[in-house]
């Protein structure tokens, strides 16, 4: 590994395209550019503005990193998805509630290619459920094949803990159904069959989508003359190659919230803090521990649908800069916002609407409008207004904190104006520049990380000590695999749950291992 | 005689996360099966006490073993039928009526798998008020009514027919053939006249945790205090107000144990709570001081939603409220507390009641 510094980050969102050039930790330059339909000539816009903004050439950018919300809203719109092709397997155990049970009638038309049930599955100690039926697979690989279904999801009972079934399962029918686009539960979730299984039916529909928005990402990079490798981040902080991403588009699910963290972080040189983003109608909180957002530890719904992701751990208040505030003895500001209307609607634009921006202004915290708008406004009015947008806030922080002790506290977003320069119980309140592309630069960041979470009977056969060890080592190992330089990777998280009313000391063992990204110089670069 | 759909279901499941005390496993998955049970076969007639028969026979069924692993391999749906109707078997006889052995967590809701099943009707009330981890702590064994002859059945097709000398040998048997099972089975047993259910059981249970999953329902859309309506359908007491700010977890005697610390916020600041559980609440401790201990129930709830949380669940930072609830006062009797008081659970101090009962 070397020192190649250079680094690109984008964050395609729904509206806008950021991206940064980032040299170490010091952002060169910054764009924002409209996103565009084909999603290739946004980007490519944004990459031409970059190198004209800072001179450095195609050659010197060691690697581009991309932050992208399009999966999600494909799911969120149920748009753009395949139908799937659904194996589980486990009979006769799970026959109760099949795939796709507790779904949203309108996701599960999207998706819900063909449900099979098959013959499979583990107990916890690891013995097979029943064994793996060859001949009923091939009848389904027929069946799947004569539907011309296109992508697979399999799960498998406990395939967390041993996923040998999902695999062979999947190569019988792919035999029989060449060309099938395959997604194994193993590889998306954690325990909890029907969550991991409805993520694995998610990451299924997504397959061609898939395959294409990387497409275009690389297409963006190549009209731009850039041939470094392309990362994209996942919801847990860390990357992963593009080649992964098409395989497992689900891993980029909620990685907006989690960039926009640890860009945050990274501008105000804060590892260990609380971040408050605010925006034009709510405020979002997040808590990062060395670097890395806490995570959620609740069942996620995406679009209706329970899932078991790695989430970051986010509490949304209606607060922002176009609150609607309503004058009183206490005022009251939010939930109701103009949203992006504010520059019509808000009263230092000339509007009729008293938001949280206005009052802003007139404690001159802000300028922007015209602040004659607001003089007249009464002093204690504004004055009772703020501080309880700032006790609302400090409540906020103070909730998602795991400790009495201050934290620091950093703000970003254009609704950050709204606070003074200190809040409650932050040990300091820290505004860093360029927090308009926060998730572009967060996304920069080049971390990879490894995660193991099984269940292991430990007792005679096999010690405490020596199952965590082998997890410890298994989680560095799928670092390794996802692009970290095995010198750098390190345990960053070890948890060790006792399962209630499981005999033969079971427990739950969860590890997650986080390196450097190993970025080769290429020739170009070095000799140029 | 009621009639039970799906929207009741759903606040039934709610409430019953409450009456767990933090244990009883997330009825999430038993709600699942229940409601495509009724999805399938119409709605569950609900009957009361005093509807049954004197001697007709009542068959309460139940899950046992894991709830972790109840979430991973999910039954097969045959199961509590086969156990059912192996015990009807056993005795020759059918049974009018199955019940809920457990109205804390999952267990409040899989009887009516069953009863949907079968159009069999479901009787308004429960073998302990609560959630408790092992099979003999149920009312009736106070009253000399024995666990078996119960039925267990798995997901493969396999059951047996389990006659114990005593509940605590019934209890053992069970717990190995579940293990070999797979850690989750479904159980019928405590088969009981419809004379001897109404001196040993918790009546009008089904309702409790119905009520309690529309109050905290209710409450919210009319963004009121949920745990102030949950103290007071109880008959409760709020013991504690703060934030989780250590879980230990640990292993002893193959049981999963925690003790859990809380930091005083509000009306508490500057003092702590401490928790022991084991799979439930068992004992609320502010310094030397016992507040409260099984068998009464100790309930956590999240302090903004009124949101139960289950032991497994709870994590630092949590804001939650502490209730205390009394439990049903044959627990209270010297033969209660020595099924399932304190010193039952290894603590050396005798019950002393926390809540006006």
Known sequence: MIEASIRIGIDVGGTNTDAVLMDGDTVLAEVKRPTTADVTSGIVSGLGALL??????????????????????????????????????????????PPLTDW??????????QVFM?????????????PLDRDELRRVGAEIAARGLRTLAVSSVFSPVNDEFEREAAQIICEEAPGLAVSLSAEVGRLGLLERENATIINAGLAELAVQITGAFRDALATSGISSPVYLSQNDGTLMSAEYVERYPVATFASGPTNSMRGAAMLSGESDCAVVDIGGTTADIGILSQGFPREAKTIIEIAGVRTNFRMPDVLALGIGGGSHVTPGGDPLVGPESVGYALTERGLVFGGDTLTASDLAVAAGRALIGDPALVAGLSRELVDAALASIERRIAEAVDRMKVSAQPLPVVVVGGGSVLLGDSLTGASRLVRPEHFAVANAIGASIAQVGGEVDHMVSVGPGLSREHALERAREQACERAVDAGAARDSVRVVDVEELALAYVPGNAVRIKVKAIGELAIRRRVGAATG | MRQLGEAQLEDIALGAGVLGAGGGGDPYIGKLLAREAIRANGSISVVELDEVDDDALVIPTAMMGAPTVMVEKLPSGDEVVRAF?????????????????EIGGLNSVIPLCLAARLSLPVVDADLMGRAFPELQMCIPGLYGIGTSPMAIADDKGNSSIIDGVDNLWTERLARSHTIDMGCAALVALYPMTGAQLRDCTVPGSLQTAERL???IRETRVRHDD?????????????????????????TERGFARAEVVLDGLGDDVGAQLRLHTQNEHLVAQRGDEVLASVPDLIIVLDSESGQPI????????FRVTVLVAPCDPRWRTDAGLELVGPRYFGYDFDYRAAAAG
């Open chain 1, 118 to 130: 098959c013959h499979g599955g583990h107990e916890f100690d690891g013995r097979p459920i029943s």
């Open chain 2, 310 to 317: 289950t032991t497994e669940e709870l994590r630092y930072g």
């Open chain 2, 213 to 215: 999953g529309r109050l």
């Open chain 2, 85 to 101: 109707e192996q015990l009807q078997y056993h005795l020759g006889r059918r049974a009018a009526c199955t019940m809920s052995i």
């Open chain 1, 104 to 113: 949203p009638a309108r996701l599960r038309e999207a998706v819900g290619g």
């Open chain 2, 226 to 250: 949920p745990i102030d309506a949950i103290e007071m359908a109880l008959g409760g007491r709020r013991l504690f107000a703060g934030k989780v700010l250590d879980v230990n977890r640990r």
């Open chain 1, 52 to 97: 004209e903004a800072t001179g450095v050439r195609p050659a010197e950018i060691a690697a581009v990193m991309i932050g992208t919300t399009h999966f999600t809203n494909a799911v969120v719109e149920a748009r753009r998805l395949l139908p799937v092709a659904i194996v589980r397997l486990g009979l006769p155990a799970t026959a109760a509630l």
